[in-house]
């Protein structure tokens, strides 16, 4: 399938970053989102490239001080600045953002299409999102990106280990909170403050339960339910008081629980008969949620041994 948006290798090499990981989601329905992580330690001091010109934003959450940094829109400098580790920058892909790569750099960036912030808008009463409130080369200290940034950097760490729906529903979070921030879009009295109906509950459930390794999308639970996606989110946390990612987790530590207690296998098996990525991974989940080690709570359940 060939790739539409502005993300990994088709951000990476106008960048000149050798390597750039990247995560996707199509939680919203006309809209893929994706977060790509970028940096260069030994730059040539070059112009960027020109990335593909679309109506979408890219969000940039820096890692590192960038002094002096050149900024260009549609050909020209449009503002020289100190970057700051820690800072939040945005892009519009519309008009040809550029900068001078002459030191070494760190960053992420979200790639938010238009589609996606119309489809965040599309709430009764509320005005279709304009052009997002930024000026070129002015950061913003905004937590919000930070710590959605620090979680999804992650899971760009251990691909394996990640769950399509945290994925999803991060970069859900981070859309509305863009959408609001920068676009103007007022929250309001949220509509369907309740939750699930009880079967809705237990066709969510199920649905989520039926593949443990978390590679369900938020859309396709959503869509089954008729609800849209920020609805269905907000709506199974209010019956379940966990948002679906996490209790997914919930799920895969109970499943590993069962099969500790009644079949003598090896914690590499349970690890993926769970819906963990391996060994390393369901001992970290485990031992996080439960307080011990899976061999611990497995010799104190059982008296098996302790691997």
């Given amino acids: 399938m060939t790739q539409a948006g502005v993300?990994?290798?088709?951000?990476?090499?106008?960048?000149?970053?050798?390597?750039?990981?990247?995560?996707?989601?199509?939680?919203?329905?006309?809209?893929?989102?994706?977060?790509?992580?970028?940096?260069?330690?030994?730059?040539?001091?070059?112009?960027?490239?020109?990335?593909?010109?679309?109506?979408?934003?890219?969000?940039?959450?820096?890692?590192?001080?960038?002094?002096?940094?050149?900024?260009?829109?549609?050909?020209?400098?449009?503002?020289?600045?100190?970057?700051?580790?820690g800072a939040t920058y945005l892009y519009d892909l519309k008009r040809d953002p550029r900068y001078v790569i002459d030191k070494p750099f760190h960053s992420l960036f979200f790639y938010l299409p238009r589609s996606a912030l119309d489809d965040?808008?599309?709430?009764?009463?509320?005005?279709?999102?304009?052009?997002?409130?930024?000026?070129?080369?002015?950061?913003?200290?905004?937590?919000v990106i930070r710590h959605i940034g620090a979680s999804l950097q992650e899971g760009l760490r251990r691909p394996d280990e990640t769950n399509q729906?945290?994925?999803?529903?991060?970069?859900?979070?981070?859309t509305a909170h863009v959408a609001q921030t920068y676009g103007g879009l007022k929250s309001g009295a949220e509509p369907n403050r309740g939750g699930l109906a009880p079967w809705q509950v237990k066709r969510a459930c199920d649905r989520l339960e039926s593949d443990l390794t978390g590679k369900v999308a938020l859309q396709q639970v959503a869509a089954e339910l008729g609800l849209s996606v920020s609805h269905f989110s907000r709506a199974f946390r209010i019956s379940t008081?966990?948002?679906?990612?996490?209790?997914?987790?919930?799920?895969?530590?109970k499943a590993a629980k069962q099969l500790m207690t009644v079949r003598d296998l090896p914690l590499s098996e349970i690890a993926m008969s769970a819906g963990f990525a391996n060994q390393s991974h369901f001992t970290r989940v485990f031992s996080s949620m439960v307080g011990v080690s899976p061999g611990v709570w497995r010799r104190e359940a059982q008296g098996g041994p302790d691997e």
């Fill in 7 to 85: 993300y990994g290798q088709r951000l990476g090499r106008p960048l000149h970053s050798r390597d750039a990981p990247s995560l996707i989601t199509r939680s919203l329905r006309s809209a893929e989102l994706a977060v790509t992580e970028a940096r260069n330690d030994d730059p040539t001091a070059d112009l960027s490239g020109s990335l593909p010109a679309e109506d979408a934003y890219l969000v940039s959450l820096k890692f590192r001080d960038y002094p002096d940094c050149e900024c260009w829109e549609r050909g020209r400098c449009v503002a020289k600045t100190d970057v700051r580790a």
């Fill in 120 to 143: 965040i808008s599309r709430q009764p009463g509320a005005p279709r999102i304009g052009e997002l409130s930024y000026e070129p080369g002015v950061g913003h200290d905004d937590g």
């Fill in 165 to 174: 729906l945290f994925v999803d529903h991060m970069m859900l979070a981070l």
């Fill in 241 to 253: 008081g966990l948002p679906p990612h996490q209790w997914l987790l919930r799920q895969r530590v």
